[in-house]
């Protein structure tokens, strides 16, 4: 069993559409990052966060740290939000594991 | 406008043929990681070193992979000798450490490597 989980693997959308993409993880953390790699490969940090939530223009991400979980949310999704979301939690000062993803599509 | 920079860009080279890899990380971050990505595997740690100090490599096949930080502003991965399975992107990542706490990591765009 992967110690970082996310759901859904594929996500398609509407453009306008309220995105959720979830992570859980089971190992003790110190932090979680959200990354987005776009189609081209590129990788590109969101966030890092290890408590509350955080927000950057559509952006939000939130974390659990008792349920071990963690949410990244999108509003008024629009395509050029297609990329792949990756979820990773920093292990052992800054040892990062990494989610399998999550492929988002947004349909205009 | 500070970024990561790894080369080359893309490599395609043939089973058994040594590989190097390079990056530069951004000046000042004293953290530096490599990645790998697969279909398979997806991101995976390979090396990181702190200082310039090799931390922990235990994600890399000993056998093969060496990776190395000459200094601040270069660290490099070695493959030797390549094998196709080697076939993946190869991140290098950098960021800071300071006074215990960790900040955010920026990616380099990556080295596409093709081993036949």
């Known amino acids: 069993k992967n110690e970082v989980e996310q759901s859904p693997q594929n996500l398609t959308a509407q453009e306008g559409e309220f995105i959720t993409i979830n992570c859980s993880y089971s190992?003790?953390?110190?932090?979680l990052h959200w990354l987005q790699q776009h189609p081209g490969g590129g990788i590109v940090s969101l966030f890092m966060?290890?408590?509350g939530k955080k927000k950057h223009g559509r952006l939000i991400a939130t974390i659990n740290i008792q349920e071990k979980h963690s949410s990244l949310h999108i509003t008024a999704s629009h395509p050029r939000d297609s990329a792949v979301y990756i979820c990773?939690?920093?292990?052992?000062?800054?040892?990062?594991?990494f989610g399998t993803g999550t492929r988002l599509t947004i349909i205009p | 406008d500070a970024r990561v920079t790894q080369t080359p860009r893309h490599k395609v080279t043939e089973m058994g043929q040594e590989v190097t890899m390079r990056c530069q990380p951004i000046?000042?971050?004293?953290?530096v990681f490599w990645y790998r990505q697969t279909m398979m595997q997806g991101l995976e740690l390979l090396a990181y070193?702190?200082?310039?100090?090799?931390?922990?490599d235990s994600g890399m096949p000993k056998d093969r992979f060496s990776a190395e930080m000459p200094d601040a502003t270069l660290a490099t991965l070695k493959i030797q000798p390549s094998e196709p399975r080697d076939s993946a992107v190869y991140f290098c990542?950098?960021?800071?450490?300071?006074?215990?706490?960790?900040?955010?990591?920026?990616f380099g765009p990556g080295t596409r490597l093709l081993v036949l």
């Open positions: 966060l290890s408590s």
């Open positions: 990773a939690v920093l292990v052992y000062e800054e040892k990062l594991t």
């Open positions: 190992v003790g953390i110190s932090a």
């Open positions: 000046l000042g971050h004293n953290t």
């Open positions: 990542a950098s960021g800071s450490l300071l006074t215990g706490v960790q900040e955010t990591q920026y």
């Open positions: 070193f702190r200082n310039r100090a090799p931390l922990d």
